[in-house]
């Protein structure tokens, strides 16, 4: 049943990251890929989030997995985020491949520690 959890909740963080791109990203080329980026942010907070209730005992470990291994990982896309990435630095942009990779890092590793805090993860 946890296999089956896992794929549905996949589904809906996969279209989440989709409907992301597709509204944030649909203007001309910009900086920074807000859809990826926001895909990401908000995903490391909803994962810090489950992984701090889980730590206070508030989800089981299937919730956790069906929602971390499903939904989050399904909305977070580290390809998609490297491979832009990448193109810039191709392209000869390697300031904004360099802005592209220090934002989704620590705006990634914030987003975790806001949702481990919010929900008495740290202590």
């Given at each position: ?14 279209l989440g ?15 920074l890929p ?48 490297v491979v ?40």
């Open positions: 049943m946890t296999v089956l959890g896992v794929l549905l909740a996949g589904a809906v963080g996969a990251r989709h409907l992301l791109v597709v509204v944030l990203e649909s203007r001309p080329r910009r900086r807000v859809g990826i980026v926001m895909a990401n942010v908000g995903g490391s907070l909803l994962l810090g989030a489950l992984v701090g209730a889980r730590l206070a005992g508030d989800v089981t470990a299937t919730t956790l997995t069906v929602a971390g291994t499903g939904l989050c990982g399904a909305l977070t896309t580290w390809s998609t985020f832009d990435a990448a193109e810039r630095l191709e392209g000869g942009d390697g300031r904004e491949a360099a802005g592209i990779v220090a934002t989704s890092l620590v705006l990634g590793a914030a987003a975790a520690g806001l949702g481990l805090a919010l929900t008495g993860g740290l202590g």
